[in-house]
């Protein structure tokens, strides 16, 4: 059982909450788990980097409760993490992600906590950004502090999630994405699969009004909240049933990112860290080039570099 790690588990009363606890209980200690309803999401974010400081762990770990791991998943992280060199604050890799049917970058963040009293003074300079944790990562990179994107698979998301979920997700995706061939993207694989399996006539529900939607866009829970429940309104879409926490576990996690793997491998995945660094060998090869190559010109004028 991990002890030096605090987990964050960020919840909006997802379907699969309970199933995301109770797989990461089997991996951590239940005191070293804490569960987060804040909204907006800026204050979720927020909030998960002063539990963290609080707690004093080596590091914390950030889980979106629509987020399902794998059984090893932070073992494996924290491994993969601690094996890199450089002044690391956020490592995270993959999830198999269903809506968009394909590997992602995405999911757990595993940030070093000796960094998130930096993090939060940036992150509450900028109450207004969109996409909080994402935008304090770039910044604490141009300041040195790299993030690490991993060619692992860690979980999957936005499996078993409520309806009204999916098809406010999926009317989003079609107002954040503003390129036709991810939209195409989405429709091709969710028609594919849509005799099959009802979270994709969801999805597609959702994102065909989000496509013809015209009014005004406000970036609010409640305003996606109403807009899905008037689609399930008007189609008499009824709603899933709790999902109890033993009906999922990362065994099945495994199995399914093990299925995928055999077919796909691990196409489309890349190893990802800001800032780009060169290799020192080749800076000091590049200086003593340049060095050398000033050294012959002085020396073809009858001088030398100590002489400057």
Same mark, same amino acid.
């Given at each position: 059982?991990?002890?030096?790690?605090?987990?964050?588990?960020?919840?909006s009363?997802?379907?699969?909450?309970?199933?995301?606890?109770?797989?990461?209980?089997?991996?951590?200690?239940?005191?070293?788990?804490?569960?987060l309803?804040?909204?907006?999401?800026?204050?979720a974010?927020?909030?998960?980097?002063?539990?963290? /400081?609080?707690?004093?762990?080596?590091?914390?770990?950030? @889980?979106?409760?629509?987020?399902?791991?794998?059984?090893?998943?932070?073992?494996?992280?924290?491994?993969?993490?601690?094996?890199?060199?450089?002044?690391?604050?956020?490592?995270?890799? +993959?999830? $198999?992600?269903? $809506? #968009?049917?394909?590997?992602?970058?995405?999911?757990?963040?595993?940030?070093?906590?000796?960094? $998130?009293?930096?993090?939060?003074?940036?992150?509450?300079?900028q109450?207004?950004?969109?996409?909080?944790?994402?935008?304090? +990562?770039?910044? /604490?990179?141009?300041?040195?502090?790299?993030?690490?994107?991993?060619?692992?698979? +860690?979980?999957?998301?936005?499996?078993?999630?409520?309806?009204?979920?999916?098809?406010?997700?999926?009317? #989003?995706?079609?107002?954040?994405?503003?390129?036709?061939?991810?939209?195409?993207?989405?429709l091709?694989?969710?028609?594919?699969?849509?005799?099959?399996?009802?979270?994709?006539?969801?999805?597609?529900?959702?994102?065909?009004?989000?496509?013809?939607?015209?009014?005004? $866009?406000? @970036?609010?829970?409640?305003?996606?909240?109403?807009?899905?429940?008037?689609?399930?309104?008007?189609?008499?879409?009824?709603?899933?049933d709790?999902?109890?926490?033993?009906?999922?576990?990362?065994?099945?996690?495994?199995?399914?990112?093990?299925?995928?793997l055999? @077919?796909?491998?691990?196409?489309?995945?890349?190893?990802?860290?800001?800032?780009?660094?060169?290799?020192?060998?080749?800076?000091?090869?590049?200086?003593?080039? @340049?060095?050398?190559?000033?050294?012959?010109?002085?020396?073809?004028?009858?001088?030398?570099?100590?002489?400057?």
């Amino acid at each position: 059982m991990i002890d030096d790690i605090t987990v964050i588990i960020r919840s909006s009363n997802e379907r699969t909450e309970a199933a995301c606890y109770a797989i990461i209980e089997k991996q951590v200690h239940f005191k070293n788990i804490f569960v987060l309803n804040e909204k907006p999401f800026y204050n979720a974010v927020i909030k998960g980097f002063k539990v963290g /400081m609080e707690q004093q762990k080596k590091w914390t770990l950030t @889980v979106d409760a629509d987020l399902l791991l794998k059984s090893n998943a932070i073992e494996e992280m924290i491994r993969r993490a601690g094996s890199l060199k450089g002044d690391l604050f956020i490592y995270q890799g +993959y999830v $198999l992600d269903k $809506l #968009f049917g394909r590997c992602r970058e995405g999911g757990p963040h595993l940030y070093a906590t000796r960094h $998130l009293d930096k993090a939060l003074r940036i992150l509450e300079s900028q109450p207004d950004s969109l996409r909080p944790e994402s935008y304090t +990562y770039r910044i /604490m990179a141009e300041q040195g502090y790299s993030y690490h994107v991993d060619t692992q698979i +860690y979980g999957l998301h936005d499996y078993e999630q409520y309806n009204l979920d999916i098809i406010r997700k999926a009317f #989003f995706h079609s107002k954040k994405h503003d390129k036709p061939k991810l939209v195409k993207e989405f429709l091709l694989h969710w028609l594919d699969n849509f005799r099959d399996d009802c979270d994709y006539k969801m999805a597609f529900l959702g994102l065909t009004y989000g496509l013809f939607y015209n009014g005004k $866009l406000e @970036v609010d829970a409640e305003f996606f909240e109403k807009i899905s429940n008037k689609i399930a309104s008007v189609h008499s879409i009824e709603e899933k049933d709790y999902l109890k926490s033993n009906q999922w576990n990362g065994t099945f996690v495994d199995r399914i990112i093990n299925d995928h793997l055999k @077919v796909q491998g691990l196409k489309g995945l890349k190893k990802k860290q800001l800032p780009k660094r060169t290799k020192p060998f080749l800076r000091f090869n590049l200086f003593s080039r @340049v060095r050398r190559k000033i050294g012959s010109i002085l020396s073809a004028l009858g001088k030398k570099m100590s002489d400057y």
